[in-house]
């Protein structure tokens, strides 16, 4: 599953750096998750770390509208990190 970044989103700019799958940029009002790109971390961390430097509490979720079993996030990270050796 995706993440999503909520209406709680102060545009802090914590998150932006951290994402590794470059998912995250600024959006009309606030910070967005591209659920194509979120992997929750899976290849790279143990826990999202967009989550982890947020400081405000529930702010990042996991998106209800882009469910993924871990299996699926790791086939995401192939795709997007190793599609060239494919």
């Known amino acids: 599953m ?3 970044i909520t209406e709680k989103c102060t545009n802090c700019d ?4 951290e994402c590794p799958n470059q998912a995250i940029s600024i959006g009309e009002h606030i910070y967005e998750i591209d659920p194509l790109l ?6 790279h961390y143990d826990a999202p770390t967009c989550q982890a ?3 405000i509490n529930k702010c990042i979720i996991k998106d209800p509208d882009h ?3 871990q299996e699926t996030l790791w086939e995401k990270f192939i795709l997007i990190h190793h ?3 494919l």
């Open 83 to 85: 599609a060239d050796e």
């Open 38 to 43: 979120c992997t929750e971390c899976v290849g």
């Open 53 to 55: 430097c947020c400081p």
């Open 14 to 17: 914590m998150c932006l750096p």
């Open 67 to 69: 469910i993924e079993d």
């Open 2 to 4: 995706a993440l999503l």
